[in-house]
């Protein structure tokens, strides 16, 4: 059974920056999955934000937040990231790290983590 362990939120202002982790464990295969980062805020659909396939060499990202956020992944480490910069208000959620197929739905995803709340204020 693959476990997720999101980590890195926090509170932080307008234009500011956070990363986010996501520690993978168990299972005899984790380095092959693709990872994603998809957030939900309150009252509103779990929305796509990043994934990456299971090399690092392809990436996605959701149109609200290409170009100030990055994805990457440390297989050595069983680890993956979001690094966001320029964080707006509308940036506020729970984000989730997920590890399935390298896609934008949430359906393509098998394991999913807590998550771990970003608020930003403006």
């Known amino acids: 059974q693959v476990q997720l362990v999101e980590s890195g939120g926090g509170l932080v202002q307008a234009g500011g920056s956070l990363r986010l982790s996501c520690a993978v464990s168990g299972g005899s295969s984790t380095t092959t999955y693709s990872m994603g980062w998809f957030r939900q805020a309150p009252g509103k659909e779990r929305e796509f934000v990043a994934s990456?396939?299971?090399?690092?060499?392809?990436?996605y990202y959701a149109d609200s937040v290409k170009g100030r956020f990055t994805i990457s992944r440390d297989n050595a480490k069983k680890t993956v990231y979001l690094q966001m910069n320029s964080l707006k208000p509308e940036d506020t959620a729970l984000y989730y790290c997920?590890?399935?197929?390298?896609?934008?739905?949430?359906?393509?995803?098998?394991?999913w983590g807590q998550g771990t709340q970003v608020t930003v204020s403006s």
């Open positions: 990456i396939n299971w090399s690092g060499e392809i990436t």
């Open positions: 997920a590890a399935g197929s390298v896609s934008r739905s949430t359906y393509d995803y098998i394991y």
